[in-house]
């Protein structure tokens, strides 16, 4: 089975500074899609940034970026220059190449930027 | 963008009524998404639907809960007799293709069980 891990439940950052989020999972499969979903306060969860497990670059949108180690099924979000309408829920999900359905959520994190 | 909706924002019921979750998938898509967030615990797959017909479900998903597409547009969840623990936030979503990486989520019903 899969799981997704995420250590940090809360984490802070002061307005413009970076942070990393960071996010662990565990599977045994080789092809696979990693996500960062953002949930603001008014709930609509929102895709952040996706990777693909066959590539890799790491990606990149904007202000956010990913440092994605196969290796160690590690996938951490980095914003750059956080802004106030950052802060949210973030959640770290896995689906499998093969399985086109589920999409397995972390717990989340929730992030706050300070101004 | 193009948004999944999702009616009521809010719903609050009774232990032992039944409840329908509604939601208006992205009108091109085709595949179909449920999923349950309990307040304070992460987002858990409930069920996926594709061509009239359940393709994947999880352990959650039992007897009481049932999703339909009764009218081309709109995608309901029912659950048929509510219990306390069924109290979460329930989120639809929808897919173009299958296999497509991006599911796209609608805000979301609160549903209260009292």
């Known amino acids: 089975a899969q799981t997704v891990t995420q250590s940090q439940p809360e984490m802070s950052v002061q307005e413009a500074e970076t942070v990393t989020l960071s996010c662990t999972y565990d599977t045994s499969e080789s092809n696979y899609y990693l996500f960062w979903y953002k949930q603001p306060p008014s709930r609509q969860m929102i895709l952040v940034i996706r990777q693909e497990a066959y590539k890799q670059q790491n990606a990149t949108e904007n202000r956010f970026s990913v440092n994605f180690q196969k290796a160690a099924k590690s996938f951490s979000l980095k914003i750059s220059d956080s802004q106030l309408g950052d802060t949210a829920m973030y959640f770290c999900?896995?689906?499998?190449?093969?399985?086109?359905?589920?999409?397995?959520f972390g717990p989340g994190t929730s992030l706050s930027v300070i101004p | 963008e193009p948004e999944v909706t999702q009616t009521p924002s809010h719903q609050v019921t009774q232990m032992g009524q039944e409840v329908i979750l509604r939601c208006v998938p992205i009108s091109n898509h085709l595949y179909f998404y449920w999923y349950r967030q309990i307040l304070g615990q992460k987002v858990e797959f409930l069920v996926s639907?594709?061509?009239?017909?359940?393709?994947?479900k999880s352990e959650i998903f039992d007897d009481q809960f049932s999703v339909e597409r009764p009218d081309g547009s709109n995608f309901t969840l029912k659950i048929r007799s509510t219990k306390l623990e069924d109290s979460a936030m329930y989120f639809c979503?929808?897919?173009?293709?299958?296999?497509?990486?991006?599911?796209?989520f609608g805000p979301g019903t609160r549903l209260t069980v009292t």
């Open positions: 999900a896995f689906r499998l190449k093969t399985s086109y359905d589920k999409v397995i």
């Open positions: 979503a929808s897919s173009e293709v299958s296999g497509s990486n991006r599911q796209y």
């Open positions: 639907f594709y061509n009239n017909e359940i393709s994947e």
